[in-house]
């Protein structure tokens, strides 16, 4: 293979290093693979880089494949977002770290709200003062024996805006995977 197709793949390679080694390898052989038909094709080997188009857009729609395959959250998903943020240019520069960020957010506040809510409830039962811990929503503030139900209430409302708000980065990173892959 010619000294530039394996350059080419070296690159793709670094570019998909967020991703599990055994995925990464699925994909350079892909890529390998296809290189290989087409100089059986009889195309030199320019001609193949200029068809597979720039290793950094192509491994921005491998990773895009990737994270919008499994659309569930999870830490490792969250760093596949961000190196596919970084691969992905200009045009998600607002979007991703805004939908992304914000849906973490909101995952983890409404995990913690009802907790706090909860925490505030028992301790007013056994008579202590939690002034660290406030429900309040507005100029309204949550006696303690309501805190429990009304944070439980908000805190369901956030983990839902979290999982829409993760499911449009999802949507967001495929339609910008579609994208690349019809490049290529």
């Known amino acids: 293979m ?3 197709l394996e350059s080419y793949l070296e690159r793709i390679d670094r570019h998909l290093r967020p991703m599990p080694a055994s995925e990464r ?3 350079v052989r892909e890529i390998k693979s296809e290189m290989l ?44 977002v961000a190196a596919f943020y970084g691969l992905a240019g200009l045009g998600s520069m607002v979007v991703l770290p805004a939908t992304s960020l914000t849906a973490v ?3 983890l506040c409404g995990a913690l709200l009802p907790a706090l809510g909860l925490l ?13 811990i406030m429900m309040q929503l507005g100029s309204w503030t949550a006696p303690p ?10 805190g369901l409302l956030l983990l839902l805006a979290g999982r829409g ?3 449009l980065t ?12 019809r490049l290529a």
Not at 145 to 154: E, G, K, N
Not at 170 to 181: A, C, K, P, S, Y
């Open 2 to 4: 010619d000294r530039d």
């Open 25 to 27: 390898v699925d994909i």
């Open 37 to 80: 038909e087409l100089e059986g094709q009889g195309l030199l080997p320019r001609e193949i880089l200029e068809r597979l188009g720039p290793p950094k857009a192509l491994a921005a729609a491998y990773l895009g494949e990737i994270i919008a395959r499994d659309p569930q959250f999870s830490w490792r998903r969250l760093g596949s």
């Open 105 to 107: 957010v909101f995952l």
């Open 120 to 132: 505030s409830f028992l301790a007013s039962l056994a008579g202590i003062k939690t002034p660290w």
């Open 145 to 154: 024996a309501l805190a429990f139900p009304v944070s439980a209430v908000v």
């Open 165 to 167: 708000l993760w499911k």
């Open 170 to 181: 999802v949507r967001f990173v495929q339609m910008l995977g579609e994208r690349r892959r």
